[in-house]
Nanobody, 120 residues
Framework: QVQLVESGGGLVQAGGSLRLSCASSGSIRRLNAMGWYRQAPGKQQRELVARIISDGSRNYADSTKGRFTISRDNAKNTVDLQMNSLQPTDTAVYYC?????????????WGQGTQVTVSS
């Protein structure tokens, strides 16, 4: 079982920055991937924002490349998302995500979400 707790959301003006942090209940070294997803107002699905794989490779949504940076701290068991040049279109609930393969099956875990609001 993996428990994830997000922090760092809030209200910021367009062009500003925020840093989100996700703390895992156990070692993140065992996880196959960790990432951030978001669900914008009125949207039913969550979209990938950024993901870091166990080999250290990173994936970003096209809309966040060059503005957002995902990083991990194995000692603290945290994954952070640095968000710069925020725009109103970045307003959403941001969810931390973890994937763990056990017995040939991928298990997916989610945090409770943290609100990010960008004002124009």
């Amino acid at each position: 079982q993996v428990q994830l707790v997000e922090s760092g959301g809030g209200l910021v003006q367009a062009g500003g920055s925020l840093r989100l942090s996700c703390a895992s209940s156990g070692s993140i070294r065992r996880l196959n991937a960790m990432g951030w997803y978001r669900q914008a107002p009125g949207k039913q699905q969550r979209e990938l924002v950024a993901r870091i794989i166990s080999d250290g490779s990173r994936n970003y949504a096209d809309s966040t490349k060059g503005r957002f940076t995902i990083s991990r701290d194995n000692a603290k068991n945290t994954v952070d998302l640095q968000m710069n040049s925020l725009q109103p279109t970045d307003t959403a609930v941001y969810y931390c995500n973890a994937m763990l393969m056990r017995y040939g099956q991928i298990n997916t875990y989610w945090g409770q979400g943290t609100q990010v609001t960008v004002s124009s």
